[in-house]
């Protein structure tokens, strides 16, 4: 009885506890009804704005509620995020804007053709793309409240004259997975020591999306849904202006725009960063007023478009870039004082409304600034006859079929072509190439997309200076090729049917088609024996010569695991889900090269891979290898964090996979284990950095060239202290295209399509010539820079030097890769790497 009692004693207060929430709950909704008094974002939580980091849920749920109780709010979807989380944007102006938001975006759509009618300002605020930047999400809300509902002349005016599009996170998985650690380590006592775990987040850490990718290096690229839906928003309100709220490292203050003004991308028109340094005028004023101190000009650029301030330069807006000192956590030591998590967002909140104020200020001019951008004369839809692109991936519809979904979202018009066509020495075949016309309404963009320098008036990058979609995909390109548009096609051939029979003996695939990959992995992983050839060969296929090149993969129809008819209907069922070609053959006899049942036929055994991550592995180049075997292979991926290393039975797996990094944290010992590893057959693939460790533990033969050796070939003498800047600028690799003259005999080569292959070099790192022969399978270019910039000492260094190396041990290998082939997931020409690495290289006893 005693017990009973305590127990009622006991949820009493939790009964009146829910009753009281439940009260409050039911007030707020029934005084909601009134703009003027709706729940601030303090009031929905019940606790002080920042007090604990937000989750994402919590942040729709609060917009939601905005939305259903403001007649000045409704809200966008843009998808989902890689972890299904809803991407939602607030789109905040007066209800009679409201009443009419579909014929302003209608008339938004006409931006491009130089025929907008008026319409609104369209101001887009978007933060915290990096889920650790957290003080712009939480700034986000109590801007959108403040427009809900405050009733100042100056909002009102600004409400009936524009449309405010608010996205409060624009990474919805980094900022969960941000505020889930810092939430856990923040007690009631802050803690502002810099080393505690709440300021130090563990690997990956919350800056990136889903698969480690940093979704503001992603505007041109779009691998990533959240950039996708984020873009197509773009294109259909065409803003005028885009704030991009971010954050920086702890010990700075507060930067705005104008960045470094000679490093401002050339293509990016000078009355852009007019329009900026007016601009910046109303930020200063917001932050002189609460005493923040702050920054322009320095560190920061407006050169690579593929980032959030700098997408609307190239796209007839003004891009804004703001950055607040990081506090990661609710109150961080610096060498400012004692940064507050509070006084961040308080920052992000003055410059939120400074844009607001500032564009409302400079409406006319950034209306014009719009359409003078796209009314221009050479800006016009194409016809007739134009000048234009000529591209190609030879035997890669795949790629080409990328390339155009690409294009399409960033809303660049091309063609496909109806026959073959020969431009120069090269064939462009209807199958696999584009034309792209110059002269088209986002020509800026799309100049932009291919451009071609080596030459820059300051040679300082903050991303890469080179992303030229040419090389990424590595296509065949004539750049000044006059066509007839209205003779060319809209929408691609339809694929042909492949003919197949049970009587063919085998089936064939090209391995350049970027999809025989996926189609492989299923057909390895349903039991079906395939084989690869390891040289070219002919065929007389209804008497025309068929040639094949190494890499082909051969499909026996003679199987196991299933008669000849089952065999046939499975692969043409697979063939017509990727889009592969095949090609069937009634004789195994060649009329050159290797027969069908040549012992150079090497049979593909099924993969198992293990990737290593934690601390001291590059948490991107790790989320790229996933990507690729998650989205394109679809086989799956064994994460192993570098501290349980040790402990794992390697013998389970095919493939370990390196990427780069410092792995100082492992015992060089353990090197033999997995020089062990590699001996009973098993394939090391290592890049960059992780070759450092490798060398140190002699697994690696090959000897490398670390940043002390090429610092070398930088002269300093005569150089004053006023130099140094200009020097650590040359010394820097930001992100330039190199070419590699491959030997396509290598396996590791196969179905790459061209004797010459541009990679993306970012880092400081080489390899030296090696005397053992036949195991370097690439090296740099005589002449190695194909665009972007590249200090000429590393050329001259670089030049004939191994950039990919296949060392045999016993029954495996090693595969060292001086470069990252699969950057940010759109070097789309060097990724089929990786593929021969996991199902060619373990054959080759």
């Keep these: 009885m005693l017990r009973l009692c305590l127990l009622l004693l006991s949820i009493v207060p939790l009964l009146l506890s829910f009753a009281t929430n439940a009260q409050s709950v039911i007030s707020v909704a029934s005084a909601t009804q009134s703009d003027s008094s709706l729940a601030s974002p303090s009031e929905f939580l019940g606790y002080p704005l920042g007090q604990w980091h937000l989750r994402h849920d919590q942040i729709n749920y609060y917009l939601k509620q905005l939305a259903q109780n403001s007649p000045r709010v409704s809200l966008e979807s843009t998808g989902q995020s890689h972890e299904t989380r809803q991407q939602l944007t607030a789109v905040?102006?007066?209800?009679?804007?409201?009443?009419?938001?579909?014929?302003?975006?209608?008339?938004?759509?006409?931006?491009?053709?130089?025929?907008?009618?008026?319409?609104?300002?369209?101001?887009?605020?978007?933060?915290?793309?990096?889920?650790?930047?957290?003080?712009?999400?939480?700034?986000?809300?109590?801007?959108?409240?403040?427009?809900?509902?405050?009733?100042?002349?100056?909002?009102?005016?600004?409400?009936?004259?524009?449309?405010?599009?608010?996205?409060?996170?624009?990474?919805?998985?980094?900022?969960?997975?941000?505020?889930?650690?810092?939430?856990?380590?923040?007690?009631?006592?802050?803690?502002?020591?810099?080393?505690?775990?709440?300021?130090?987040?563990?690997?990956?850490?919350?800056?990136?999306?889903?698969?480690?990718?940093?979704?503001?290096?992603?505007?041109?690229?779009?691998r990533h849904p959240e950039s996708q839906g984020r873009i197509a928003l773009f294109h259909k309100w065409q803003p005028h202006y885009l704030g991009d709220f971010h954050e920086m490292g702890h010990n700075q203050t507060f930067f705005f725009q104008p960045g470094v003004p000679t490093r401002t991308h050339p293509l990016t028109p000078k009355e852009n960063q007019v329009i900026t340094s007016k601009l910046a005028s109303f930020h200063a004023k917001a932050l002189d007023e609460s005493?923040?101190?702050?920054?322009?000009?320095?560190?920061?650029?407006?050169?690579?478009?593929?980032?959030?301030?700098?997408?609307?330069?190239?796209?007839?807006?003004?891009?804004?870039?703001?950055?607040?000192?990081?506090?990661?956590?609710?109150?961080?030591?610096?060498?400012?004082?004692?940064?507050?998590?509070?006084?961040?967002?308080?920052?992000?909140?003055?410059?939120?409304?400074?844009?607001?104020?500032?564009?409302?200020?400079?409406?006319?001019?950034?209306?014009?600034?719009?359409?003078?951008?796209?009314?221009?004369?050479?800006?016009?839809?194409?016809?007739?006859?134009?000048?234009?692109?000529?591209?190609?991936?030879?035997?890669?519809?795949?790629?080409?079929?990328d390339l155009a979904q690409l294009l399409s979202r960033h809303g660049i018009a091309f063609f496909y072509l109806k026959d073959k066509m020969q431009q120069g020495r090269h064939q462009y075949s209807q199958d696999d190439s584009l034309f792209v016309p110059i002269n088209?309404?986002?020509?800026?963009?799309?100049?932009?997309?291919?451009?071609?320098?080596?030459?820059?008036?300051?040679?300082?990058?903050?991303?890469?200076?080179?992303?030229?979609?040419?090389?990424?995909?590595?296509?065949?390109?004539?750049?000044?090729?006059?066509?007839?548009?209205?003779?060319?096609?809209?929408?691609?051939?339809?694929?042909v049917p492949d003919t197949l029979s049970s009587n063919n003996v085998a089936v064939l695939i090209d391995w350049r088609q970027q999809n025989a990959a996926p189609m492989l992995q299923t057909?390895?992983?349903?039991?079906?024996?395939?084989?690869?050839?390891?040289?070219?060969?002919?065929?007389?296929?209804?008497?025309?010569?068929?040639?094949?090149?190494?890499?082909?993969?051969?499909?026996?129809?003679?199987?196991?695991?299933?008669?000849?008819?089952?065999?046939?209907?499975?692969?043409?069922?697979?063939?017509?889900?990727?889009?592969?070609?095949?090609?069937?053959?009634?004789?195994?006899?060649?009329?050159?090269?290797?027969?069908?049942?040549?012992?150079?036929?090497?049979?593909?055994?099924?993969?198992?891979?293990?990737?290593?991550?934690?601390?001291?592995?590059?948490?991107?180049?790790?989320?790229?290898?996933w990507y690729f075997m998650d989205n394109l292979i679809g086989a799956p991926l064994t994460q192993v964090d570098i501290s349980r290393l040790p402990s794992i039975e390697l013998a389970a797996y095919t493939h370990l996979f390196l990427m780069d990094g410092s792995y100082a944290n492992l015992d060089e010992k353990y090197a033999r284990k997995l020089g062990q590893f590699a001996i009973e057959g098993g394939v090391i693939v290592a890049q960059k950095g992780a070759l450092q460790w490798l060398s140190k533990g002699n697994l690696l033969k090959s000897d490398i060239r670390e940043k002390r050796y090429f610092s070398q070939l930088f002269a300093t003498d005569g150089l004053s202290f006023g130099d140094k800047a200009k020097l650590d600028a040359r010394q820097a690799i930001g992100g330039a295209v190199l070419a590699l003259d491959l030997d396509t005999s290598h396996p590791i080569t196969f179905g790459l399509g061209t004797n010459r292959l541009p990679v993306l070099k970012n880092k400081v790192f080489g390899l030296s010539k090696s005397q053992a022969p036949f195991i370097t399978a690439a090296s740099y270019a005589d002449e190695p820079l194909l665009d972007g910039f590249l200090a000429e000492e590393y050329q001259r260094s670089l030049s004939q030097t191994p950039a990919i190396v296949v060392e045999r041990h016993g029954k495996g290998a090693l595969v060292a890769l001086a470069d990252n082939l699969l950057f940010r997931n759109i070097w789309l020409g060097s990724q089929k790497v990786y593929a021969n690495s996991l199902y060619f290289i373990p054959a080759l006893h």
């Design 523 to 625: 057909l390895l992983s349903e039991g079906v024996r395939v084989k690869f050839a390891a040289k070219p060969f002919s065929l007389k296929v209804d008497g025309q010569s068929l040639n094949m090149e190494a890499g082909t993969l051969q499909i026996p129809v003679a199987q196991a695991a299933m008669t000849p008819r089952e065999l046939i209907d499975r692969l043409t069922s697979l063939a017509e889900q990727y889009r592969v070609q095949l090609q069937g053959v009634d004789s195994g006899l060649a009329s050159s090269g290797i027969d069908l049942g040549s012992p150079d036929f090497h049979d593909i055994a099924p993969i198992k891979a293990l990737v290593v991550t934690g601390y001291g592995t590059s948490s991107a180049e790790v989320g790229e290898l």
């Design 92 to 222: 905040i102006t007066s209800a009679a804007n409201q009443a009419r938001l579909a014929e302003i975006v209608q008339g938004r759509q006409q931006v491009k053709a130089g025929k907008a009618p008026e319409s609104p300002l369209i101001i887009w605020l978007a933060y915290s793309i990096h889920g650790d930047e957290a003080s712009g999400a939480h700034a986000a809300l109590e801007v959108s409240y403040r427009l809900s509902q405050n009733q100042e002349p100056w909002v009102q005016e600004l409400l009936d004259k524009a449309v405010v599009l608010i996205t409060p996170s624009q990474n919805p998985d980094g900022l969960d997975r941000f505020s889930t650690w810092t939430n856990n380590y923040t007690g009631k006592v802050k803690v502002s020591d810099e080393n505690h775990n709440e300021h130090r987040q563990n690997w990956p850490a919350g800056r990136r999306n889903h698969y480690f990718a940093d979704l503001n290096r992603d505007w041109l690229f779009l």
């Design 291 to 401: 005493k923040q101190r702050y920054f322009t000009k320095q560190m920061f650029d407006d050169f690579y478009y593929g980032k959030g301030s700098t997408y609307p330069d190239i796209n007839g807006a003004v891009g804004i870039l703001f950055e607040q000192a990081s506090v990661r956590g609710q109150q961080q030591d610096s060498e400012n004082g004692l940064l507050r998590f509070s006084q961040a967002i308080n920052n992000q909140i003055a410059t939120s409304f400074s844009s607001l104020k500032g564009a409302l200020a400079l409406a006319d001019e950034l209306k014009q600034y719009q359409s003078r951008f796209y009314q221009r004369k050479d800006k016009h839809p194409p016809s007739g006859r134009e000048a234009g692109f000529l591209l190609g991936a030879p035997g890669d519809p795949g790629r080409r079929d």
């Design 440 to 495: 088209q309404p986002q020509k800026t963009l799309l100049l932009a997309m291919f451009d071609l320098r080596t030459e820059f008036e300051d040679a300082t990058f903050y991303d890469v200076s080179s992303w030229n979609l040419a090389f990424s995909y590595n296509l065949q390109m004539a750049r000044n090729v006059n066509l007839n548009v209205d003779d060319l096609l809209t929408e691609p051939h339809a694929r």
